[in-house]
């Protein structure tokens, strides 16, 4: 069965410090990894997906992953927090099999920005 | 801008008086998802059609029904709303699983 996980419920970084949020997965064919954000009343909006090709994914507002097979892991990543970056973010993992047409959920992680 | 549009954003209905959602989209995806959210949570998959085939998940309570009468559009029907009904109710588009979901703004539920 498909699963996602997500290392840390919460995390807090201080504005201009490295965001990592962690996200596990595990999966019997090869996946299609995304993340998303969602900012408090709005819908999730797509952060960046990996499909195949280049494991070094960038995505809007300067955030990025790296698909890692062999850790089975699409960690996400900025350089530097802002303010603005606060926000729920969830990774999902997709099937490359068949007619399926669901999404597998992380649980999200919490971001907080300090100043 | 191509997009995804529910209506109301925010939604109050009495216990046990039957509510409808709507979700509109411009984006002419093939699937469109419901999904209820609730605070602090993950989305969780009510169902979805891939153009008008329509596809319940196992534990979506039988209280929930759909209607999709065109490809722009879809209905999110609460026959008969509990307590435990409120909550964030998401909908989204994509061409196909593999590919991006689009979602709504949302409609957040209250139940007096």
């Known amino acids: 069965a498909q699963s996602v996980t997500q290392l840390g419920s919460h995390v807090s970084v201080s504005e201009g410090a490295l965001v990592l949020l962690r996200c596990n997965y595990s999966?019997?064919?090869?996946?299609?990894l995304f993340w998303y954000v969602q900012y408090p009343n709005q819908g999730l909006q797509l952060l960046l997906k990996?499909?195949?090709?280049a494991t070094l994914v960038k995505g809007i507002n300067g955030f990025e992953a790296e698909f890692k097979k062999s850790e089975t892991s699409f960690h996400l990543t900025k350089p530097s927090a802002h303010m603005s970056d606060a926000a729920e973010y969830f990774c999902?993992?997709?099937?490359?099999?068949?007619?399926?047409?669901?999404?597998?959920w992380g649980l999200g992680t919490s971001l907080a920005v300090n100043p | 801008d191509a997009m995804v549009i529910q209506n109301p954003r925010y939604q109050v209905t009495q216990f046990g008086k039957p509510v409808t959602l709507s979700c509109s989209q411009t984006?002419?995806?093939?699937?469109m998802y419901w999904y209820q959210q609730k605070s602090s949570q993950a989305p969780k998959l009510l169902f979805h059609?891939?153009?008008?085939?329509?596809?319940n998940e196992a534990d979506t309570p039988d209280n929930f029904q759909s209607r999709r009468p065109n490809t722009s559009f879809c209905f999110l029907d609460i026959r008969s709303p509990g307590l435990g009904d409120a909550a964030m109710y998401l909908c989204?588009?994509?061409?196909?699983?593999?590919?991006?979901?689009?979602f709504g703004d949302g409609t957040r539920l209250s139940i007096l």
């Open positions: 990996y499909t195949t090709g």
């Open positions: 989204a588009t994509s061409i196909t699983a593999v590919q991006p979901q689009h």
């Open positions: 999966s019997s064919v090869p996946p299609y």
């Open positions: 999902a993992v997709s099937l490359n099999a068949g007619n399926n047409r669901k999404l597998i």
């Open positions: 059609y891939y153009d008008k085939d329509f596809n």
């Open positions: 984006l002419n995806h093939n699937v």
